[in-house]
């Protein structure tokens, strides 16, 4: 293994803007963590040299009418304190979600036309007290809707300066494609990133979306690299800890959390997180190290954003700036993804 000296910074795509290899994502702020510890989880993640932060306008999550747009509300109060410009803010507008990630100001009605992204921007400035977002990200694609509107629309708050540079997420190839296509042909603002989840556990984006990155000049921001912590081992024995987020909804959940913490824990998942776990101990490794270091190494991806409800979890994720995975640890974590494929379907 490689150790560096200090947190690499990567550039967005084609833009001017750089970022710190690890992404410190906040959707659970307001739900897992008070204001108090989301502000310290701040604190310690930039003092590490962590200066690129995520958040969206619905979060934090699971998503409610009630806490819809808290995070975004206690990051603006933290970045009061803070020298705004030495920071790169991205957030999201929800987009068409079919009930999931919608915002409760927009319900069912929720779009990603011009009318809605103003609305939506303008609420999170708002929340933020900022002028600008440095990266604005279309939360849900809306493969139904014409891309030239939602481009032109965001294109019109670069152009004012509200946004610096523009991003899809939980997008797909035809989608990604469709959008860079439009953006050449009518002049609009490009996606500079997406923002797709990523992990040991789910290699899919290696499918289609990676080449593409590499061709286009996009850059990937995974998000749930640790696979819902399901790689941390946590659920390892069909155990289902408490205060985690699929022990609640494997239990008590409306039943497309069900679906969804199912994706995520599952016989094969399981078993392929106790096979990358004894890799991470051979090489003298927390799991947590292995699984982000293995997902910034990736050469089309800018920065891995990782999420944490207490600060020491934040440790081994801050180590795995100091690591490269050497090709024999890499070779035996393909191994295992080929005798597991796909463990998240």
Known sequence: MRHDKYMQQNRLGKSGIV???????????????????????LDKAVDAGIDFLDTAEVYPVPPTSKLAGLTEEWLG????????????????????AHGWFNPPVRGDKAAI????????????????????????????????????????????????????????????AYGLMKSLWTSDRCGLTRYDT?????????????????????????SLLPYSPLAGGVL????????????????SYLQNGEPRQKAMAERFVNDRSVAATEKFIAIAEEVGMD?????????????????TIVGVSQEDQLDPIIAASNV?????????????????PYPMG
């Open 19 to 41: 970022v710190s290899e690890i992404c410190l994502g906040t959707m659970t702020f307001g739900t897992q963590c008070d204001k108090s510890q989301s502000f310290r989880i």
């Open 77 to 96: 109060e933290w970045l009061k304190t803070k020298s705004r410009d030495s920071l790169i803010i991205a957030s999201k507008i929800a987009g068409p």
């Open 113 to 172: 036309d011009r009318h809605q992204i103003r609305q939506a921007i303008e609420g999170s400035l708002r929340r933020m007290q900022t002028d600008y977002i440095d990266l604005y990200q279309i939360h849900w694609p809306d493969h139904g809707m014409r891309a030239e509107d939602t481009l032109a629309a965001l294109d019109e708050l670069v152009a004012e300066g509200k946004v610096r540079v523009t991003g899809t997420s939980n997008e797909d």
């Open 194 to 218: 997406i923002q797709n989840n990523f992990s040991l556990n789910n290699r899919r984006f290696e499918d289609e979306l990676a080449e593409v990155c590499r061709r286009e000049h996009v």
């Open 232 to 247: 941390t081992g946590k659920y390892n024995g069909a155990q289902y800890p408490e205060g985690a987020r699929f022990s």
């Open 287 to 303: 799991i947590v190290t292995l699984a982000t270091a293995w997902s910034k190494q990736h050469d089309y991806v800018a920065s």
């Open 324 to 340: 490269l995975l050497d090709n024999d640890t890499l070779k035996k974590i393909d191994q295992v993804s080929q005798d597991i």
